[in-house]
């Protein structure tokens, strides 16, 4: 159980699960040679050869296309694209064949691909290697919709998808993946669909997910300091979401803050949102808050601002707790 | 482009020497499935005209097409099929009662009646469900070749597609793919005149153009493009041309004096066999209705490998609203 | 003045308009000789020539790609897609260029296209002829997202969408193409952001846009026999929200159901019920409700059970109402 | 491919034919264009290493391309840059100020520092802001040339891209767009070895390669397929090849000896230049890094025409925040 960052235990798992599943196969722009754009196919075209390990054109709706037409046939393709900013030329794909092949056939073809998508800002990337898109997958029913927020959870969430039937967006918030080390076990499965309670607390539930698991918990200390105590919840997975995690949070808190990178307005904080109060509203003794992206496209010089900082999290923890 | 590849020419040893390899048997079953078509094409017609289905566009005189290019094609290879795909339906094992259920939308069909009529599944033939986006199964098809490849599959995949599917970026990109790594696709695109093969060759892919409207044409292109693809020549663009206006019985018409001169098609058999086709359309179109459809909560099903609670909590709600009316 | 149908509006509206703005072209498949498959675009050829009125070849990455040039160039675009399902080849160009060229460039360009996209069920159209994708473009700043519910709305907001500076999702209900006819007049102008009371109740307040407007008046009509009064809005744009419209009606009624085709799961009902609750929560008197599509893609046989049904609204309203 | 059009050999006879209507001062200000271009990229360089950039991507060797196709192009003339095109930028007018306001996301930055270093934005020079995702651009530009053609505008566009942009779809339906309206556009990629020209033919736009480290056969290139596009004959791609592994120098070490040949240019007016040249540059980094970032409030700006409700609200909450500390 080595101690490893999240781009290596991803790499790891891959490994693990290519040598225990010879179905599964690498498909993506310098996935080969190069290791990934951010390491994480290390190692792997040397291990598993090039029928197993395959560098694509960059052009995205080449590569998910492609993969969706390996998955039909019963591997078990695994696309990395160099950022989730350039997803679209494979959307299509992505929404109206991944997604439903499975139903449109009445069952008879599957598509399990996971999509391995480096999303999120934090790294000045811009306003095309920065963005969150998950939104925009979780309105797509046949879809499952990951982001894991640690090491330990990036290898056993990945390990899920790839022991699963279901197409999987599994996005990797970028600026997490040199963000610590934990231990990473080649049995360890988390299944999807199940949320983890990062940190106990009865004042307000704190809402996150990938990249905003830290900034979560980091608000969460804060917010203990001044006697706040939250109860924090990794979602992990956003479609299907831990719904019984979630509203059990909800009822010990009677209080929310959901944390986003993407924009506010219909993003999934939305979802969130909007689930907290129809199921829980007698509950419910403060206005849930999101603290999101601003609703403008990613900016460049005020990335800093538009992310929901520390700052924007305890301010909202305050606001909610004193409401 | 004077040179359409053409087999049903007036010189009949021309003719043997191109499909010397199909029995009496195949060559009956191949003019069978254009008869079948056009049988269902016309019930199908109907069935709109009268409402009980809303939509159906006709495998016309693509028939030809589809079953002769599917025809060479073996067990165990896989088809992308487009909306006028009954022919090659029909070849990879499809029934007329399964067709129906689909057109109908009845409980029997394999995919639930959640697609338009026309839009089959046919897991057992590989035929894999038809999509309403032009083009992507062009993209699939690439995929499935090189999966093939990659897995030492010694098969093939055919893709069918209409002329309006090569304006679709995945028609580019699908060749594209496929010739790179020289997978085993054939790509079969119906069209009323050829205009591809430079195209095609560009992005690495041998270009064929054959008249659409000749069945052993067809079948004698697609055999030897999927034995060049299997031997690694890499993928072919077939054109299968059929010029605006062409009348629907023409493929059968051109087809028929060659069985008659094997002997093994007359008038009689024609008339015998139509009839028998269309008390089978009928009955199946009656089983169909009779069946019904689907339950409703079968709509929840297949979204993903299992419910989730949403779905579970959609259909209890679902369930609740009928049992009050 | 004259009673028109939807279609006839917005033909009539496009006509006039390229009168008045010659920069004003028609781009899509089969908007010339054939006069659109809806027949929006009929005689539009005719009265303005090849040089404003292209037919394109299906490929709807081409026609929105080109489209976006246009429009930067100066012209105003106006696009056609047969039907909404279809336009994710184009959907890169509308993310990542179209709603964003105007930022990227810090407002040295604009990019004032109108893609009108046929949308909904009702039709018979099946798993690709019926769907609602609304909010996939209300993530993404820098759109305007409008649906309008009958013929006069069609024509006043496709007016102001053509007059102004922003690009705009323009989706069309395609059920309600030939619903009903209503007075057209060239030069009514419905501001896109604002949104319209149909019916004014003080108990319930339903939300409704384009397609499940006719859906949410008939159920208010059936609430009414059983004493409910509803406030019917007419969202009209889902993207800028009319917050004040919204607010103001829940604030009468404390109680709100909203009625939308597309799946449940971070709709654009998740943001408007999120919204809700987190600016009108001392308001609520009863959880809101979404009726909405289920979580699956749009099934064919099953269409009547998969769409929000009067039956459906009512029971809502009452389930709100008797809370 | 041994026939990569060149104009720079030794027959100065042959270059006066090729390039007799630019002046002494159009050559210096081509020699010109490749110093400010190396000394940009060295100080950019220097900038990311010390980390006041997080990103730069040096135009490099492909600045001949750059600036040598852009000045091709006149006034009115619409370009589509890719994110190495700092030459054409300079051609069509950007200041070294622009530049660096541009790359350090200064106040003075006509895009408020919302894009990654490289990625500029200058209308006045109708030099389109320059996108993220590879090759969009090159349908943009098909577009424009189509509006130009619609409106009887007599100018031209010119599409800027490398060699990955061309397995993108927006590609192939840009050549084929610009190509089925014989738009007048000129594309022109930039790439280690040519293998587009069947593509391009395919899909009905002229094919032309060129020595990219040429840079007066780039101009020659781009001169004549302008041209030829505003006399309604269609598109061009032009493959300029840049070998991988050329020196950063090439194009100025190749360009030069005709620029001494006609006594406009020699060793100390390059060093003359060049010291000038880094001057500007530390002063105008200086002035940006002087100048500051723009105000934290211009991020709600220019999403829409007019600030909506919500920007006009997290405006107001984001000012409220930066009061508080
Ligand atoms: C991406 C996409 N856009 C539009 C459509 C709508 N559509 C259905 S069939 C069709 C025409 C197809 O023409 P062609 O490929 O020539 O085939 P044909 O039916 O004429 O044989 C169109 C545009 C679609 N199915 N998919
Ligand atoms: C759609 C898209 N996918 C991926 C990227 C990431 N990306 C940026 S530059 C680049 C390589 C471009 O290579 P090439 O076109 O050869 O240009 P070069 O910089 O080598 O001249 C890639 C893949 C992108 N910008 N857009
Ligand atoms: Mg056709
Ligand atoms: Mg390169």
Redesign the interface.
Known sequence: MPDLNMAQAINRTLSAEMRRDDSI?LLGEDVGALGGLFGTTEGLLDEFGE??VIDA?T?E??VI???????????RPVTELQFADFVW?GF??IV??MA???????????CPLVLRLPYGGGVGGGMYQSQSPEAYFCHT??L?VAAPSDPTDAAGMLRAALR???PVVFLEPKSLYQDCRASVDDDHIVPL?EARVRRQGTDVSVFAYGSTVPVALAAADAAAGSGIQTDVVDLRTLL?LD?ATVLSSIAKTGRAVIVAESPTYCGFGAELSATLSERALLHLEAPVERVAGFDVPFPHVHEDDYLPSKRRVVAAIERVANF | MGELLTVLADDVEAIERNVGDLSDADLTALYESLVVTRVVDERCARLQQSGRI??WIPSGTSAAVSAGAARAFEDGD?LYPSYRDVGAFLVRGGSIEQLFAQVL?SRD????????PG?A?L?AGRF??V????A?QI??????????K??HDPHAVLALFGA??T????F???L??AA?HAAPVVFVCRCPSTSLA??A???GVNPVSVDGTDMLAVYTAARSAREAALAGAGPTLIEAVVPAGTAALEPAVRLRPYLEHRGVWDAGREDEFSRRCEERVAAAVAAAESAG??A?D????????QR????QE?SRK?RR??DE?
């Open positions: 196969v029928l197993r054109p052009g709706g080449g296309g492609t993969a969706v037409g390996m998955a039909l046939y019963g591997l030329p299509e794909h109206s064949e439903r092949i499975r139903y449109r056939s009445g069952g008879q073809y599957a029913p046949g499952v699963g039937d279901d669909g299907p719904i | 809303g939509f896989w939308s069909d394999l995919a639930r009646g959640r697609q338009l839009h599944t897991p894999v469900s999509s309403g986006p032009l992507t993209q699939h098809a690439a995929g499935t070749a090189l999966a093939m990659l897995r309006a599917a304006d679709q970026a995945s580019q990109i699908g594209s793919t790179r430079s195209l060759m560009a992005h459809p689907p409703a079968t709509m929840f099903d297949d979204v993903w490998a989730p609670w949403m779905l959609q679902l609203l009928k009316s």
